[in-house]
């Protein structure tokens, strides 16, 4: 069993930055990739970035040249550090990492970013 939880949501201007953290606690049995994704009213969830357990981040084309994903040194948090936000990027944002084999993702419950104009 592993839990993700998330901090760091809030409301911004647009222009403005956030920087949003995921941590996880439980079985963690290796050194796995984690992830961002979000949602927003009315739209299907869409992932956002993602880091691999080397290190080598990825990053949906909205999100490139704004957003930074990285973890800490003890590969136990997940940090999404988003500059320049849009009222576009209101959405709910989920941390996910990947479950047993075979099985559905572990989820975050998820924190709230809403971006004025």
């Known amino acids: 069993q592993v839990q993700l939880v998330e901090s760091g949501g809030g409301l911004v201007q647009a222009g403005g930055s956030l920087r949003l953290s995921c941590a996880a606690s439980?079985?963690?049995?290796?050194?796995?990739?984690m992830g961002w994704y979000r949602q927003a009213p009315g739209k299907q969830r869409e992932l956002v970035a993602a880091?691999?357990?080397?290190?080598?981040?990825n990053y949906a084309d909205f999100a490139k040249g704004r957003f930074t994903i990285s973890r800490d040194s003890a590969k136990n948090t997940v940090l999404l550090q988003m500059n320049s936000l849009k009222p576009e990027d209101t959405a709910v944002y989920y941390c996910?990492?990947?479950?047993?084999?075979?099985?559905?993702?572990?989820w975050g419950q998820g924190t709230q970013v809403t971006v004025s104009s």
């Open positions: 996910v990492t990947p479950g047993p084999p075979g099985k559905e993702p572990y």
């Open positions: 439980g079985s963690i049995f290796s050194i796995i990739s």
């Open positions: 880091i691999t357990s080397g290190g080598s981040p």
